[in-house]
């Protein structure tokens, strides 16, 4: 079955630290792997995605993530945290079998709130 | 660009009323989601279309939960009779889907969201 997991409900980094927030996947094809942003009583921002080619993928304010195929990951990292990057994070995925037909869904996590504090 | 634009943003009604929420997406996006967010049960994908016709609407509560899409700029979902377990937030995303064989390569945008309570 298709899955999600973000394993943490909550990560706390200080300002100017690295920061990560996990992300591991089960699909039964090749998958698309995406990560939003939600900051407070706003909708979902799109951060980037992996659909091919270099695992390192860079998207916006600075996030970058790694697909592993072997560890089936995609782990959404920040060299230097901001106190303006704490928000939810979420990490989805979409199963492209051979067959994909029409399917446009994708799994989602269940979110990781991130805290950094000044 | 505007972006998905959702309204109302903020409802609040009694039970059993009906509430209609309203939704317009990116203009030539051909693939438009309902999504539910609560704090117990996270994002939840109620219903989805492609060219304006539901493929997957298994997400949907129970038949007090209707969507249409009468065409590429517009859809609504309707709760009739709305009851206190619907409160939450609801967003509709669009995309647009690339046609033929291969990798479709796909990125959901989302509206700012209605929030729904019901008393």
């Known amino acids: 079955a298709q899955s999600v997991a973000q394993p943490e409900d909550q990560v706390n980094v200080a300002e100017g630290n690295p920061l990560t927030v996990k992300c591991t996947y089960s699909?039964?094809?090749?998958?698309?792997l995406f990560w939003y942003v939600q900051y407070p009583n706003r909708g979902l921002q799109f951060l980037l995605k992996y659909i091919t080619g270099d695992n390192l993928v860079k998207g916006s304010y600075g996030f970058e993530a790694e697909f592993n195929k072997s560890q089936t990951s995609f782990h959404l990292k920040k060299p230097s945290a901001l106190v303006s990057d704490s928000a939810l994070y979420f990490c989805?995925?979409?199963?492209?079998?051979?067959?994909?037909?029409?399917?446009?869904?994708?799994?989602w996590g269940l979110g990781t709130s991130l805290a950094v504090n000044p | 660009d505007a972006g998905v634009i959702q309204s109302p943003r903020h409802e609040v009604t009694e039970m059993g009323q009906e509430v209609t929420l309203r939704c317009k997406p990116i203009s030539g996006h051909n693939s438009l989601f309902w999504y539910r967010q609560t704090m117990m049960r996270g994002l939840e994908l109620l219903i989805y279309f492609n060219n304006n016709v539901p493929i997957d609407d298994s997400g949907m509560p129970e038949d007090r939960f209707s969507a249409k899409m009468p065409n590429a700029s517009f859809s609504t979902l309707k709760i009739q009779p709305s009851e206190p377990r619907d409160s939450a937030v609801y967003f509709c995303?669009?995309?647009?889907?690339?046609?033929?064989?291969?990798?479709?390569?796909?990125?959901?945008?989302f509206g700012p969201g209605t929030r729904l309570l019901v008393l």
């Open positions: 699909v039964s094809g090749n998958p698309y």
């Open positions: 989805a995925v979409r199963d492209l079998p051979s067959n994909a037909g029409n399917n446009r869904k994708l799994i």
């Open positions: 995303a669009s995309s647009l889907s690339s046609s033929g064989k291969g990798r479709r390569e796909e990125t959901q945008y």
